[in-house]
């Protein structure tokens, strides 16, 4: 499915979901953030752009996400990232440069994937964070060959006992 129109995501208070899942799915028109939003599904090419409006950030969950073509805007707002499998089959793949957000968050669980020298702002911290699973899982940030500069490396301290690797790699 190929969706040509701009997306305006108006949640809930608290914020909410934008569901997806199947084959590829291809989102070519501009997506607007009012409220933070959590994707959740597989398979979705983003083309069209992230825009956030009033700093809100988005949580991309599910396997195979690509980012290509217009950079994604959040102003301050998050980046977070968790993938299926932890591994470079269901990596999300960021293939687009000139980005803007405030952090980026690679959940344990996720693997993120450049597609081309710093995909992701140099002045945006890069933490490895907890996904509350009661089993530990990975996160993986796949530099591709490429070189990224971020404004600082954290990790956050996981539940007890589920304590998982984080990997910079390639």
Known sequence: ????????????????????????NTLTGTVTLNESCDVRGNNIRWSGGIVSTANKGISINGSKHTINTTPVDLGTGGFNVTSAGNNPANATMLNV?????????????????????????????????????????SGTLDLNGHSQTVASLATTASAVGKDGTRRITG
């Open 1 to 24: 499915v190929t969706i040509d129109e701009a997306i305006t995501y108006d949640a809930y208070a608290g914020g909410g979901a934008i569901p997806g899942a199947g084959a590829s």
């Open 97 to 137: 440069g000139s980005n803007t957000w405030g952090s980026t968050i690679l959940n344990w669980g996720g693997y993120l994937t450049l597609g081309l020298d710093d995909a992701l702002p140099a002045t945006a911290p890069l933490t490895f964070a907890h996904d509350y699973h009661t089993v530990a899982r």
